[in-house]
């Protein structure tokens, strides 16, 4: 998913120590966030202290998009990369690699292929050679990133255009051949909706009777407040484990904003409106608001920990509300507040919610 490209400045103060969400339940699964730039090159020293002390898997918002790490044709750039992977290692932190193949943010070149043979050479030379490099010093690759239509139907991306149906397979297998000792996932938001889930499991199935490896899906947990899908997310949980697949939450975020249409591709848009409605929470979010979306974590969580069996990761699309990509999407210029710290990396009320569920637990 697109995230913001945010470069935080620099502040001295610290995070008092609380209750640590990879601590609380570091028995049952890893717990992650996206970084921006600016946390990558640590210069933001708050933001900095709260990822090391609560979290331990973390992914790149944009930095591993091929748009960035080979701008022109054969010219790689891996500094930033390269950067999140010392991180990680230095903190004990897995490290997830997005993404190999995506048909949004590409490079500028590739918009301008038009032959088969010209998009084949980028597509197996990209892979190749990023996910080589990465090879056993990350946990595992978002090899295709949102390959599905919301019917379930293959999107008709440049790579489904010209080098046809089985691209996704082939990336997978080419990721294989690169990355053998790294974990190879594939990740898509709505897959926990039925068409689009019955589209995965199709997918899914067919790389599988290729005889090509895939270990993992990350459903992206892009919802809304209380508008949480918790039962199709727990038959998604159970019909990617039968599978023999491991499963993730990889960019989960509760909207609170109002649109007018569900999903979370980026190519769409909403135009803003005069009408204060359509960004309510300027000022901030009244209590009843902030219950509502401790509420939907506090479900949330009791799934996830239901079939902590199945589930290996939960990642957050951010640090905080203030890098949330839902502030600049699907419209520019909107407050929005779905992540369990605010934009002074304060826990809120959704934040306790979580972490008293582990403890009543116990």
Avoid at 97 to 105: A, D, R
Avoid at 228 to 233: N, T
Wanted: aromatic share 10%; hydrophobic share 40%.
């Amino acid at each position: 998913m697109l995230g913001l490209l945010l470069v935080a400045c620099t502040r001295t103060e610290t995070i008092p120590t609380g209750p640590s969400l990879k601590k609380t339940f570091a028995d049952d699964f890893l717990i992650g966030t996206a970084l921006s730039i600016g946390q990558i090159e640590e210069k933001d020293s708050l933001a900095d202290a709260l990822i090391r002390e609560q979290f331990n898997a973390l992914t790149a918002e944009n930095i591993m998009k091929s748009m960035f790490l080979q701008p022109e044709w054969g010219k790689f750039d891996f500094a930033l990369a390269d950067k999140l992977v010392d991180y990680g290692k230095k903190n004990n932190m897995a490290i997830i690699g997005h993404t190999l193949v995506w048909h949004s943010q590409l490079p500028r070149f590739v918009y301008r292929l038009t032959d088969k043979d010209s998009v084949s050479e980028f597509f197996t030379n990209h892979i190749t050679t990023v996910a080589s490099r990465y090879d056993g010093k990350i946990l595992g690759w978002d090899v295709v990133n949102e390959a599905l239509n919301e019917d379930g139907t293959m999107r008709g991306s440049i790579f489904y255009r010209l080098l046809g149906e089985d691209y996704v397979t082939e990336a997978f297998r080419l990721a294989q051949l690169a990355a053998p000792n790294t974990e190879l996932y594939y990740n898509d938001y709505n897959i926990e909706q039925p068409n689009k889930r019955a589209g995965a499991i199709a997918l899914i199935k067919k790389i599988k009777e290729a005889g090509v490896r895939i270990d993992g899906v990350g459903i992206q947990g892009h919802w809304h407040a209380r508008r949480i899908p918790l039962k199709d997310i727990e038959e998604s949980i159970l019909e990617y484990t039968a599978l023999g697949l491991k499963v993730m939450i990889t960019e989960l975020d509760v909207e609170l904003l109002p649109r007018n249409f569900t999903g979370a591709d980026i190519s769409e848009r909403m135009k803003m409106k005069d009408d204060p409605a359509f960004n309510p929470y300027v000022a901030g979010v009244p209590d009843s608001v902030q219950q509502q979306l401790a509420s939907d974590y506090e479900a949330l969580f009791k799934l996830f920990l239901k079939h902590r069996d199945h589930i290996t990761r939960v990642t957050f699309w951010g640090v905080n509300d203030g890098q949330s990509w839902l502030n600049g999407w699907p419209a520019p210029g909107r407050t929005n507040h779905p992540l369990l710290f605010d934009r002074d990396f304060k826990p809120k009320p959704a934040f306790y919610k979580v972490i008293e569920i582990k403890d009543n637990l116990n």
